[in-house]
């Protein structure tokens, strides 16, 4: 496919996350705390199934990287008085849900793990922000934010592995990304509307 990485960007920019209104109120400090416990118990079940999507896509390595990562959420969920739980949301079930349909196929699951690595880094950055800004009350473990701030290398391997399978494959990891992508926002608007009463 003629630029590979145009194509996957333009997928991931109709989502792009840093415009969800949850992360943008996340970023100017009105974001209830409610809704934050919220985000660390629900989204927390996606993050737990990175290592899992890694290990599909190929990269032993990094999932076991991964798997401490996910202990690293956990402690942020705890320090904000919260812990990752089943998911009540039907939108992060259908999130987690597209994650296992795309296992069973090494070229979705290089794209949809692109529409989440890809955004990673600025949106980790984005958070840690507003967290060490807006809600120092929190004593929050950062470290989860602090470590993904700079992981551009993640989105670099995927597009690298993507270069090398067939075009047909190729157009299979774009569309996993804008539907992963799509799922990522579904669930922080999911999230977003929780607590309204």
């Not at 401490?68 to 919260?82: E, L, P, Q, V």
């Not at 849900?97 to 794209?111: H, K, N, Q, T, V």
């Not at 890809?118 to 602090?146: I, M, N, V, W």
Request: hydrophobic share 35%; charged share 25%.
């Amino acid at each position: 496919m003629h630029n590979l990485r145009q194509s996957l960007d333009v997928s991931i920019t109709c989502w792009n996350l840093l415009n969800h209104p949850f992360y943008r109120s996340w970023s100017d400090g009105t974001l209830p705390v409610e809704d934050l416990k919220c985000y660390a118990a629900e989204y927390g079940n996606y993050i737990a199934t990175i290592a899992n999507s890694w290990r599909a896509a190929g990269e032993a390595e990094i999932a076991t990287e991964e798997e401490t990562h996910f202990d690293m959420w956990n402690k942020f969920a705890k320090s904000i008085g919260t812990e990752v739980r089943r998911p009540l949301l039907r939108e992060t079930k259908t999130l987690i849900a597209l994650c296992s349909e795309c296992g069973s196929d090494r070229a979705r699951m290089l794209g949809s793990l692109y529409a989440f690595e890809a955004q990673q880094p600025h949106t980790a950055a984005s958070k840690q922000q507003g967290l060490e800004k807006f809600y120092p009350q929190l004593c929050a473990d950062d470290s989860y934010f602090r470590v993904h701030m700079n992981e551009h290398h993640e989105p670099e391997i995927l597009l690298r592995r993507m270069e090398t399978i067939s075009l047909a494959d190729q157009w299979k990891t774009v569309d996993a990304c804008e539907k992963t992508a799509r799922a990522l926002w579904d669930t922080l608007t999911a999230i977003d509307r929780a607590h309204e009463v």
